[in-house]
């Protein structure tokens, strides 16, 4: 034990404890509030929205507030920040990690399962729609902002929109590491703005806090019927960004999420929609857009400008989160390997993927184009996110009876709670679907065919090969009875089945006769946990006449170097720093045939999807000087 000193003095410790938590909090803004965070420029104005047929009367307003509050509280601060932050594996979240907890995303058989599992599917499917809604309806209504100040330059909002939007996205390519510092100190500067806003207008009119009873709430969708129910719809926003909060808790941990979140996020959020309301109870006809309406008017450029720039933060968020959910399907086998570039040495989940960020970009600038306003955009807002909490809900409920052994009166009475009102705000957004909600829900069909024909026809293609495949102990043992010539070398072959002949290493021996001095059969698996550690990720077992397979076990969240894991391995029947080394990998070509499987039309989309995939060399980053392909023919 070492004794106190002046440059130790007692409790230091635990000041570094205090002081680690509230940096990634700091840090933490610039990342997962964005979204929620930047509701503000246009949740309560569309609340009051002409097809909701509402009066800006003092009943309405308080009525509105009290709801936009016990969202806030019950679905972001208890079910998210309480509920399922704790619901992580081994460190991360986000939909497809919480499924993952719940079945295998590997293969399932079994129906109840393959239900999580497809719930688990069409959940990561929704948030694709969402990366392109948020920033559209982010940086559009920040821009907006000009219109208040001077009308002159209402015809160049969506060209400024636009521009905006295309340098974001051309910035992806050169990664976020060397900004993602200063992102948070300028959230912060942007909460703190929210906050003096509205206290600024809540000291001019106290009674606006009457809105924290919940019986202005109720009288609200009691006294205006359907109308005050679509209304409900438009509250949702509010709470748009919770999910990024259990997303990005593998970057953060949750104690600074949470820190963040009722320290800072939560107080300034809601002080600023009351403040909102203040406003609206003095001069109603600021309904058009109060949020600007709040500021006096030589702020008004400077806090355009701070809202653009805290938009594009809650863009780039997104848009990261977009890679991270990527990254983590193709490691499930649930979308063809895709073109990775890592855009930082030191942190190892910062990764830039391009035809995913293309995408996004054209929809974002189609999205613009085609709704032209934040209005018409918040129309198809919400109805996305509500699919994706109502879906997260379920799996909570799945999540606490089977992991946490919670009793079934205690699991139904929390999650149908939480399934309660996401219902309640999923029924209120589905009318929106007329009025441009169905662009999300199209998406997201699109994106779980693919993944789910992708999922599928790995499944039928690992079968059609397994009815070919002859078992590696057969085949060596017909082999050496031929005494076939050895020659010098090390060769690497990679195979999906470990257990039988690769068809590479069969070409190989039937086309060049020959079979190297050092065989390996190398699989590559994908673990239901984050990360593996280098120690625990190989498994090695001679199976003789210098034959070798080696199972390497990757996190969801790690990305595959197979020569880098090969150098890991300290074996002394095994050295994988010789110069010698060649990797055979099979390419097949395949052809959709009408034998039952999967559907013509699926095998036909899964081939062209496979013929498109990143190749094997570049996805686990082979040294191409010593790779060898070899193809061959496959009918699905």
Sequence with gaps: MVADSPKNPPGNDRLEDVKQPAILSLIALGVVYGDIGTSPLYALRECFHAQHGLDVSTANILGLLSLVFWALILIISIKYLIFILQADNDGEGGILALTSLVTSLKRTDGKGNGL????GLLGAALLYADGMITPSISVLSAIEGIEVATPAFKPYIQVITIGILVGLFFFQSRGTAGVGLIFGPI????????????????????????????????????????GGFLALGTVFLVVTGGEALYADIGHFGTLPIRLGWYSLVLPSLLLNYFGQGALLLEHPADVINPFYRMAPSWALYPLVILAAAATVIASQAVITGAFSLTLQAMQFGLCPRLTIRHTSHEQAGQVYLPAVNW???????????????????????????????????????????????????????VSGLFLLVDLSFLGANLPKITHGGWFPLVVAGVTYVLMSTWMAGRRLLEDRMNENSIPIKKFLAELMDATPIRVPGMAIFLTGNPWGTPPALRHNVVHNKVLHETVVLLTVTTADKPHVRVAHRSEIEEIGD???????????????????????????????SRLDVSYFVGREDLLATDRPGIGIWRERLFALMTRNSQRATDYFHLPPGQVVEVGGQIEL
């Excluded at 999580?116 to 719930?119: E, G, K, R």
């Excluded at 996190?555 to 880098?564: E, K, Q, V």
């Design 116 to 119: 999580i599992l497809a719930m």
């Design 187 to 226: 959230m912060l500067v942007w909460f703190g703005t929210l906050a003096g806003l509205g206290i600024a207008h809540i000291v001019q009119t106290p009674e606006v806090l009457q809105a924290l009873n919940p019986m202005h709430g109720m009288r609200f969708l009691l006294g205006n019927g359907f």
């Design 359 to 413: 995408v996004l970009m054209l929809a974002c600038i189609g999205l613009v184009l085609g709704f032209q306003t934040s209005s018409n955009l918040a129309a198809a807002y919400g109805v996305a996110i509500t699919i994706t909490m109502v879906i997260t809900s379920i799996l909570f409920f799945f999540l606490v009876r089977q992991r946490w052994n919670w009793s079934l009166p205690l699991a139904l009475l």
């Design 546 to 576: 210098g034959v070798y397979r080696i199972c390497l076990t990757y996190g969801f969240m790690d990305t595959p170097n197979i020569p880098l894991a090969l150098l890991t391995i300290h074996d002394d029947r095994l050295d994988f």
